[in-house]
């Protein structure tokens, strides 16, 4: 929900508690999810900046899909699912981590950045940047 208001240029209070996954929490989650994707599809979304963040919409349109992909990823890795996102997606995304790197490392949002090969694909490069090591498996 934090990241539904800023997609309309208001406020959201991520300092607030967060709420424990308990009853259906997973049909909350996907009403949630489809709420949150119809927010940043409205016209004007991605325009101007986002709320008390100060931040342009787009980089925070960035972050909230980044989220749900690296996120889905981690999921996925630890429950031994396969998992690729759009590649349209992991392009925007590369463009838009990049530029967020440095700032994300400093408040602890991304760890330092993996070493991958040359032969690393957009997504694992993506991984990489913020901290995971692409080829973690679940043991």
């Known amino acids: 929900m934090n990241f539904q208001a800023p997609a309309a240029k208001k406020?959201?209070?991520?300092g607030a508690a967060?709420?424990?996954?308990?009853?259906?929490?997973?049909?909350r989650f996907a009403d949630e999810t489809v709420r949150?994707?119809?927010?940043w599809d409205a016209p004007g979304a991605e325009e101007?900046?986002?709320g008390a963040m100060g931040m342009p919409a787009r980089t925070v349109g960035a972050m909230v899909v980044g989220d749900l992909a690296v996120h889905g990823w981690d999921l996925a890795?630890?429950?031994a699912q396969?998992?690729?996102?759009?590649?349209?997606l992991v392009g925007m995304l590369g463009a838009e981590f990049g530029a967020l790197a440095p700032t994300a490392r400093?408040?602890?949002?991304?760890?330092?950045?993996?070493?991958v090969g040359e032969d690393a694909g957009p997504f694992e490069a993506l991984l990489?940047?913020?901290?995971?090591d692409p080829g973690w498996s679940r043991p």
């Open 11 to 14: 406020d959201s209070d991520f």
């Open 18 to 27: 967060p709420e424990h996954l308990t009853g259906a929490w997973r049909d």
């Open 36 to 39: 949150l994707i119809a927010a």
């Open 48 to 50: 101007g900046t986002s």
């Open 77 to 79: 890795r630890a429950t």
């Open 82 to 88: 396969p998992y690729e996102p759009d590649a349209a």
């Open 106 to 115: 400093k408040m602890g949002v991304f760890g330092e950045p993996v070493p």
């Open 128 to 132: 990489a940047m913020t901290g995971r």
